[in-house]
T-cell receptor
Framework: KQEVTQIPAALSVPEGENLVLNCSFTDSAIYNLQWFRQDPGKGLTSLLL?????REQTSGRLNASLDKSSGRSTLYIAASQPGDSATYLC?????????FGTGTSLTVIP | NAGVMQNPRHLVRRRGQEARLRCSPMKGHSHVYWYRQLPEEGLKFMVYLQKENIIDESGMPKERFSAEFPKEGPSILRIQQVVRGDSAAYFCASSPPMGRQSTDTQYFGPGTRLTVL
């Protein structure tokens, strides 16, 4: 059964810092991996989708990498801003469903 | 193009009552998924439906929970005789027909927060 783990559970950084969020998964037979953002009381917003054949994806200040063989992904956020404060969720697609990690709660301090 | 809509956004029920959660998928999407997010836990898959069919209900509790996606109208997640442990955020997602493609994704609604007193 697929297990997705995210570390750290919480992270607090001063504005302007670069940071890395980590995601690991136990079964490498995935179709893709997605990073989502969840704001308090809100739904999920997709940030980046990395197909199983890809190594990384970039969107603006965000860069996500995927190493399927080792079961790891990282989300790199450059020049963090207070508006980046949210919970970041990693999800891998296997079969009919997405398997989610418990998320990293990020606070960017002005 | 409106996104995935869920209502109500907040629902309060007393133990033993029934909860009915509704989800309208994005226009053009024929597939609906329900996830549950318990406090301090990640989202857990519950059920995957197409119109008038349940495709995968491997994540549904065996008792008290049911889901449907009729030919007309929204998808409904129904919880009978709610207990305090059912308190959670319930998210619906939709997609176009999804196979085993690496580009497959789902679009999430804002969720329904269920509180059982």
């Amino acid at each position: 059964k697929q297990e997705v783990t995210q570390i750290p559970a919480a992270l607090s950084v001063p504005e302007g810092e670069n940071l890395v969020l980590n995601c690991s998964f136990t079964d490498s037979a995935i179709y893709n991996l997605q990073w989502f953002r969840q704001d308090p009381g809100k739904g999920l917003t997709s940030l980046l989708l990395i197909q199983s054949s890809q190594r990384e994806q970039t969107s603006g200040r965000l860069n996500a990498s995927l190493d399927k063989s080792s079961g790891r992904s990282t989300l790199y956020i450059a020049a963090s801003q207070p508006g980046d404060s949210a919970t970041y969720l990693c999800a891998v697609k296997g079969g009919n469903q997405f398997y989610f990690g418990t998320g990293t709660s990020l606070t960017v301090i002005p | 193009n409106a996104g995935v809509m869920q209502n109500p956004r907040h629902l309060v029920r007393r133990r033993g009552q029934e909860a009915r959660l509704r989800c309208s998928p994005m226009k053009g999407h024929s597939h609906v998924y329900w996830y549950r997010q318990l406090p301090e836990e990640g989202l857990k898959f519950m059920v995957y439906l197409q119109k008038e069919n349940i495709i995968d209900e491997s994540g549904m509790p065996k008792e008290r929970f049911s889901a449907e996606f009729p030919k007309e109208g929204p998808s409904i997640l129904r919880i009978q005789q709610v207990v305090r442990g059912d308190s959670a955020a319930y998210f619906c997602a939709s997609s176009p027909p999804m196979g085993r493609q690496s580009t497959d994704t789902q679009y999430f609604g804002p969720g329904t927060r269920l509180t059982v007193l």
